[in-house]
């Protein structure tokens, strides 16, 4: 595999500097009960210092050409090669976990993800980690630093937007260190980071999560404008907002996440009505 020329299509830049990747290893902190799920394994560059500390490894690497290398050297780690998107995470904890329990109680948040993810599709893979928040204790990925700066931003600020206030409702994050392209290859046209990702935090119980995706979502549509005019432009073009005691005037980048908690809670109430 040290000849293997990355794939643009997928993405794909090889970690190769050894104390960035020792880093990564140390900030992760695995431990012999954890279940690990590694998105892109790619050569094996995390998986060599990680597939004999944990109970059970899984890795989803969608390059069929490094599969079959991947299992000869890493024979206790259960490779699969599909596209992490396509994934069923439900269906995978099933394999290695009994403590899943039926639709009316709470699932155990078992799996521990890391990866090296392709930086075209970063948005997909935390929107599909949101979704299936219910199977994934944490995860600590690399991604770019400027998409990595809009998930940590804060209210009234020009990285404020989509990401920042959906993955700090569902989780709490942190920026763990910025990585140079140097590191890389080949080497990247932007700077990376490392953030971590912890899904154990205590949201609010009675809201309706994808009703505050959608609220969220539609009130960056247009950025720039009034929540008014966003909402105007959206979804919710029918509904009449004005019955909402709420100050549509500002615009989405000031509102807190506590505000779009409000919002939602309001507009939900509107929409049953």
Do not use: W
């Not at 596209?83 to 899943?100: A, P, R, W």
């Amino acid at each position: 595999m040290e000849n293997l020329k990355p794939l643009k299509r997928f993405g794909q830049n090889y970690l190769q500097d050894q104390n960035t990747i020792l880093k990564i290893i140390d900030t992760f902190n695995v431990q012999p009960d954890d279940t690990i799920l590694e998105i892109g394994p790619g050569r094996g560059a995390l998986t060599k210092f990680l597939h004999n500390k944990p109970k059970k490894y899984f890795a989803v690497e969608i390059d069929k050409r490094v599969i079959d290398e991947l299992k000869n050297n890493f024979s206790n780690v259960h490779f699969i090669n599909a596209d992490f998107l396509e994934l069923n995470l439900k269906q995978i904890q099933s394999e290695f976990t009994d403590e899943i329990t039926s639709d009316n109680q709470t699932e155990s948040r078992s799996i521990r993800i890391i990866g090296n993810i392709p930086y075209n599709i970063t948005s997909p893979i935390l929107f599909k980690m949101i979704e299936n928040r219910l199977f994934i204790k944490d995860a600590l990925i690399m991604t770019q630093y400027e998409v990595a700066k809009r998930i940590i931003a804060k209210p009234r600020t020009k990285d404020y937007g989509i990401l920042s206030v959906l993955m700090n409702y569902f989780a709490t994050v942190e920026l763990c260190f910025k990585i140079s392209p140097n590191v890389f290859y080949p080497k990247p046209k932007v700077d990376s980071a490392i953030i971590k990702i912890d899904f154990q935090n205590n949201k609010e119980v009675e809201l309706d999560d994808k009703l505050f995706i959608q609220v969220v979502k539609a009130s960056f549509g247009n950025r720039r404008k009034t929540l008014k005019n966003s909402l105007s432009n959206s979804i919710y073009k029918d509904i009449d907002i004005s019955k909402i005691d709420f100050d549509f005037t500002r615009r989405a980048e000031e509102l807190s996440i506590e505000e779009f908690i409000e919002l939602t809670k309001k507009m939900k109430k509107l929409l049953s009505n």
